[in-house]
């Protein structure tokens, strides 16, 4: 962890543009003024008395995808929410209803236009929303990501992945929360982790301790070769091996200068051909290559059945069941300004229970208050990212904005995993991240939560 010195915009393209008659959207509706009359006709010709009436325009509260990046044959859901509005349509066509699967074959924008009979057409509404599709083995729109598919990284420990992203783009850890409900305990949930507690980050630049700060991860080849892991611990929770974990792979809290060492003892390893994720925890190496774990998982990154091996109820690597690679702030990223994924994150005390993506518990308390694994939570659209902060800074928390962060272990609060980096400014990640305290963030609902 970084130490703590005295005194972690999507390209997923979303676009939500209101347009009506004044440029109002949004907010309050211009209203369209008309001439009504009654009178009676005679000999003479017509008399009568005319009136003015106020017809208000309708208004688009939101209209949004999600997801709003997807492969190609997969679907997402448009969903809106329009008052004062007697007819909708959707590219032309007339809508009903507040939501409509939709399952386009190339990139799309989706215009929703909303009427009012009483109010003439220079006032109808508009929002529009567009929805990336994404090629197998093919960036997206908006930049150089590819999902699902890691033969584009390069190799060694710490290699940039030259924008793959683990698992498909409508994956839980690629989706865009920003205009998910929020849970009716939120206030209470991110009380119990700390209102006024700052956003800690375990990862920089540089050793602390004797050792570098972050998760260390390591990308492979296909033809690196596996072996035999022997579980202390959770070896009924495993995938079994053979793993390909190289002799020198970096471990979690290795000491620079090659002393004992304890803690996690995690090992990352991408196999980039296969496209799978080998994940153990309290790794140690054996005579003749082997190694001792205390457990281990394997995940299939291009598929959304993210443990083809596991079950509900097992852990992994991480107390909370997950994956911890998808999780990591990595400098490759935070550099390019954008951040297409969610953040992995530890608290100090978690309930007896996890939600979805997790799969896992770690705590013997019932409490409703605290979160339970799997808790996401979301950097409110209120908090103003300040334009002095670093385009890393700037990157880690739009991405929290955008996607979040999921509760995955207990330890200290609010501190965010990433991989180590000599390209980090700790000075900077420690004071920009730490001005972010907990009551800017809020609780995604939770659904699916299961309570052993």
């Known amino acids: 962890m970084l130490p703590n010195y005295p005194a972690k915009l999507s390209a997923l393209a979303l676009i939500l543009t209101l347009a009506a008659c004044g440029g109002g959207g949004g907010g309050s509706a211009p209203a369209n003024t008309g001439t009504t009359g009654t009178g009676t006709t005679g000999t003479g010709g017509t008399t009568g008395t005319t009136g003015t009436t106020t017809a208000t325009a309708p208004v688009i509260n939101g209209f949004s995808a999600n997801p709003a990046s997807i492969n190609t044959g997969s679907s997402t859901q448009l969903s809106w929410t329009v008052t004062g509005a007697t007819s909708l349509t959707l590219n032309g066509t007339t809508l009903t209803g507040n939501s409509l699967a939709i399952n386009p074959a190339t990139t799309t924008t989706y215009t929703l236009t909303a009427s009012n009979s009483a109010c003439s057409t220079a006032c109808n509404t508009s929002a529009t929303v567009t929805v990336t599709v994404n090629s197998a083995g093919t960036g997206d729109t908006a930049g150089n990501a590819v999902y699902g598919d890691l033969r584009k990284a390069d190799l060694g420990a710490g290699a940039n992945l030259n924008g793959s992203l683990p698992f498909p783009a409508n994956n839980a850890w690629n989706t865009d929360i920003s205009t998910a409900p929020v849970d009716p305990a939120s206030d209470a ?98 005579t003749g290559g082997s190694w001792k774990v205390s457990g281990g998982a394997i995940f299939d990154l291009t598929s959304n059945i993210v ?63 605290l979160p339970p694994m799997g808790m996401r939570v979301r950097l409110k659209a209120s908090y103003q990212i300040p334009a002095n902060f670093s385009n890393e800074s700037k990157a880690i928390l739009q991405a929290m904005k955008t996607y979040g962060m999921l509760v995955a272990d207990n330890g200290s609060n609010w501190y965010i995993s990433g991989a180590p980096d000599a390209r980090w400014n700790n000075d900077k990640l420690l004071s920009e991240l730490g001005s972010v305290k907990g009551s800017s963030f809020e609780v995604i609902r939770m659904d699916g939560l299961v309570t052993p």
């Open 189 to 286: 949930l991110i009380a119990s982790i700390g209102l006024g507690t700052g956003l800690h980050p375990d990862f920089g630049a540089g050793l602390y301790d004797g050792s570098p700060i972050g998760i260390p991860y390591v990308v492979v080849a296909g033809s690196q070769p596996k072996v035999s892991v022997q579980f202390t611990d959770y070896g009924d929770e495993s995938d079994p091996g053979p793993y390909p974990l190289p002799a020198n792979a970096p471990i979690e809290g290795q000491k620079a200068n090659g002393s004992s060492f304890d803690g996690d003892r995690h090992i990352l390893v991408i196999d980039r051909d296969a496209n799978r994720l080998y994940e153990v925890g309290n790794a140690y190496p054996q």
């Open 307 to 369: 443990r083809p091996g596991g079950k509900p109820g097992w852990t992994s690597a991480d107390a909370a069941g997950l994956p911890i690679f998808p999780g990591l702030v990595r400098y490759e990223e935070a550099a390019s300004g954008v951040i297409r994924h969610a953040f992995r994150f530890t608290v100090s005390r978690t309930r007896r229970a996890y939600v979805p993506p997790a799969t896992h518990y770690a705590s013997s308390n019932t409490s409703n208050t």
